[in-house]
């Protein structure tokens, strides 16, 4: 399989690092991690797409990875004008995008908010952003605002670790996923710090993104981005991902004009785990021509 390429993509505000499959001139395809994770959450998937002559850009978001980290808090919605900038920069004016968890969410907006520029949509893991019912909005920015106050308190509290083996353990615990699964992550997200004692390895993402969103959308507000989706779309689903509410899954599938939903056998990171099962039904979907339109076929979710 083909190696990946290390990018460097100036955005007017950020510095944005990437890892990059396939040839120059291939269809252009862009990826998207989850809460936390790096473009390495993609090495499986990448080659395998590249194969078939696609051109896959898997970032690591804003604040992830190698990426350059905002001066500012980080808030759901900004996800949008982060990628529109990646995409001016990268001169793709229509593309085909794919995102994990909160890649997926970030997708969801950027394909309901620019429809004209998403040619396909493959969702892994996730249907959009977090709602929150609206008379929680005062209550939310509040708290938000005071744990804000105190950032600093959280940069200095980060977790050190003795070795990369171990934060890969920690990870595995908390996620499912597999070892080889974890290392993958873990190798482009940790950073040593020599200075600390004992020495250790902490993660390169940035502290302020564990802090809580400001505002969350209203679910009403989420199904305005998802009816407002105008591409094929392919929803991949995890026998033993992230448990949803099956109402509201129900209702976000309903508000997509063109869905198909596959359920693949696997965890939350199932793309990383999986990467040939994936593969299996990511490149029929991505490879079918531009003009292909199909028919919702939705499942019970």
């Known amino acids: 399989m083909s190696a990946a390429e290390e990018l460097t993509i100036e955005t007017p505000e950020l510095r944005v ?11 252009p395809v862009l990826a998207l991690h989850g809460w936390l994770d790096n473009a390495a959450s993609y090495d499986g998937l990448g080659p395998r797409l590249a194969a078939a002559g696609l051109r896959l850009v898997c970032l690591d978001l804003p604040g992830h990875g190698y990426s350059q980290h905002k001066p500012g808090s980080y808030h759901f919605v900004d996800w949008v004008a982060d990628i529109l900038a990646v995409v001016e920069a990268l001169g793709w004016q229509r593309f085909m995008l794919v995102g994990h968890s909160m890649g997926a969410g970030i997708s969801v907006l950027f394909a309901g908010t620019f429809p004209e520029r998403v040619e ?12 929150e019912a609206p008379e929680q909005v005062a209550k939310r920015l509040a708290r938000s605002l005071r744990v804000e106050a105190r950032k600093r308190a959280l940069e200095d509290r980060r977790r050190l670790y ?34 600390a004692a004992p020495e250790g390895w902490t993660w ?5 993104l564990r802090l809580d969103s400001r505002l969350r959308l209203s679910e009403a507000q989420v199904h305005v981005f998802l009816r407002a989706i105008a591409c094929p779309t392919l929803l991949v689903r995890a026998s033993e991902g992230w448990p949803h509410d099956a109402a509201l899954a129900r209702a976000r599938v ?4 063109a869905l198909e939903l596959v359920t693949l056998d696997g965890h939350h990171h199932v793309h990383l785990d999986e990467p040939e099962a994936v593969a299996a039904v990511a490149l029929p979907f ?15 979710p």
């Open 17 to 27: 690092a990437a890892r990059a499959w396939g040839p120059a001139d291939g269809r």
């Open 120 to 131: 396909r949509l493959i969702l892994l893991e996730g249907m959009g952003p977090l709602s």
């Open 162 to 195: 003795p070795s990369i083996e171990e934060a890969a353990e920690r990870l595995m615990e908390s996620t499912a996923m597999r070892p080889a699964s974890a290392m993958t992550l873990v190798a482009r997200g940790m950073v040593g710090v020599p200075e």
């Open 204 to 208: 390169r993402a940035d502290a302020k």
């Open 254 to 257: 309903a508000c997509i004009p």
């Open 286 to 300: 991505l490879s079918r021509p531009s003009s292909s339109n199909p028919s919702n076929e939705q499942s019970d």
